[in-house]
T-cell receptor, first 111, second 114 residues
Framework: SQQGEEDPQALSIQEGENATMNCSYK?????LQWYRQNSGRGLVHLIL?????REKHSGRLRVTLDTSKKSSSLLITASRAADTASYFC???????????FGTGTSLTVIP | EPEVTQTPSHQVTQMGQEVILRCVPI?????FYWYRQILGQKVEFLVS????????KSEIFDDQFSVERPDGSNFTLKIRSTKLEDSAMYFC????????????FGNGTRLTVT
């Protein structure tokens, strides 16, 4: 399967701490994207990193990509209670117009 | 900000019945997708659609499923004869130019097959 796999499956931290989630995938990709999903809602795009990029920042988000290890990480700094959600990585393959999602990391930020 | 809208938000149907899930993608987007998510599980790709035809589909998207863009704004997913295992959240998404552009998701339709 080309799908990304996130770990950990669940993460619970105190407000103000940093949260790190990891994603591993199996095949060559065009890009990797991270999405957030609040309970019962659709997924919201957070950040896209291209296969030739190694690191990208957006506000409190920092994403890294290591294509040699086929892995990515999402770091949320100075977490807030409102960051509580599930986070998914999605890989876009270089063979077709489709995106594969992982099972997600459920993040709980305790106020 | 423009958004993808899906209707209904919740659909209950009996096994064997046909259902149509509706989506209105963002107006200037060219690529459309359906995904599903069984409760607590991964988000699974069903189908992508471009230029009025299916561009990719997964193994899940068998003959029971079909998609259509009946007019310039709607994008529908039809399940011909629903099974219990079709119960899931169905998400529609669109993207501006497909490759390397983010997906914009609707809030989903919760399908319950009894």
């Amino acid at each position: 399967s080309q799908q990304g796999e996130e770990d950990p499956q669940a993460l619970s931290i105190q407000e103000g701490e940093n949260a790190t989630m990891n994603c591993s995938y199996k095949t060559s990709i065009n890009n990797l994207q991270w999405y957030r999903q609040n309970s019962g809602r659709g997924l919201v795009h957070l950040i896209l990193i291209r296969s030739n990029e190694r690191e990208k920042h957006s506000g409190r988000l920092r994403v890294t990509l290591d294509t040699s290890k086929k892995s990515s990480s999402l770091l949320i700094t100075a977490s807030r209670a409102a960051d509580t959600a599930s986070y998914f990585c999605a890989t876009e393959t270089n063979t077709g117009n489709q995106f594969y999602f992982g099972t997600g990391t459920s993040l709980t930020v305790i106020p | 900000e423009p958004e993808v809208t899906q209707t209904p938000s919740h659909q209950v149907t009996q096994m064997g019945q046909e259902v149509i899930l509706r989506c209105v993608p963002i107006s200037n987007h060219l690529y459309f997708y359906w995904y599903r998510q069984i409760l607590g599980q991964k988000v699974e790709f069903l189908v992508s659609f471009y230029n009025n035809e299916i561009s990719e589909k997964s193994e899940i998207f068998d003959d029971q499923f079909s998609v259509e863009r009946p007019d310039g704004s709607n994008f529908t997913l039809k399940i011909r004869s629903t099974k219990l295992e079709d119960s899931a959240m169905y998400f529609c998404a669109s993207s501006e130019w497909g490759e390397r552009s983010p997906l914009h998701f609707g809030n989903g339709t919760r399908l319950t097959v009894t």
